[in-house]
């Protein structure tokens, strides 16, 4: 019985481990360029995870739905930004639309927002290299349904991407590197 308890819980540490790890994955932003102080602090929590849980692991690609960022045929439609100094991103909802303002933002930080938006890895394939500043409203798909009939309903993200900004988003599959947990142990007690 003892032994059969012991299983049980070492399966439980190790269903526990693979939750908080996908949870620590599923965190992590598309796109983000890595500083060497991330890749410092990426290094010594793998450390930290490898010695106290035993954990081995091993990266591999996966091709997984993505989007492209793209400019459309009639061609992209903002200025480069006068601005270098308030750069950045803001967004705000009010339970029917979402107002999002960029100040001085290149089009890789640009394609980092709307892969959290989308939920989905997003390439920047603009060729931009500037910086832009730009503002739009849009209403998320699933919020569309909410919106009373006497308020005029909000184009989508992808409208509002070709119309305003002569961008677009197209679907495609993308190699993603993804980390495989091989083993974990439960810790021993302190």
């Known amino acids: 019985m003892e032994q059969r308890r012991h299983a049980i819980d070492k399966q439980a540490g190790k269903d526990d481990i693979r939750q908080k790890m996908g949870a620590l994955s599923n965190a992590a932003e598309p796109n983000q360029r890595a500083t060497a102080e991330e890749d410092r602090l990426h290094?010594?929590?793998q450390g930290l995870l490898a010695e106290r849980f035993q954990l081995k692991l091993h990266?591999?690609?996966?091709?997984?739905?993505?989007?492209a960022l793209t400019i459309v045929k009639?061609?992209?439609?903002?200025k480069e930004a006068s601005e270098t100094t308030g750069c950045g991103t803001n967004s705000k909802g009010n339970g029917t639309?979402?107002?999002f303002t960029a100040t001085c933002v290149?089009?890789?930080?640009f394609a980092s927002y709307l892969a959290r938006?989308?939920?989905?890895?997003?390439?920047d394939d603009t060729h931009l290299r500037g910086s832009y500043s730009f503002g739009f409203e849009y209403s998320p798909d699933d919020l569309k349904a909410a919106v009373s009939a006497d308020q005029p309903a909000l184009p989508s993200l992808f409208t509002v991407l070709q119309q305003k900004l002569g961008l677009k988003l197209e679907q495609k599959k993308i190699p993603v590197d993804t980390i495989v947990v091989d083993s974990a142990e439960r810790p021993s007690e302190n």
């Open 59 to 67: 990266h591999e690609s996966k091709d997984m739905p993505a989007y």
């Open 74 to 78: 009639s061609g992209f439609k903002l």
């Open 97 to 99: 639309s979402i107002n």
């Open 106 to 109: 290149d089009m890789t930080r």
């Open 117 to 123: 938006v989308t939920k989905q890895p997003v390439s």
């Open 43 to 45: 290094s010594a929590l």
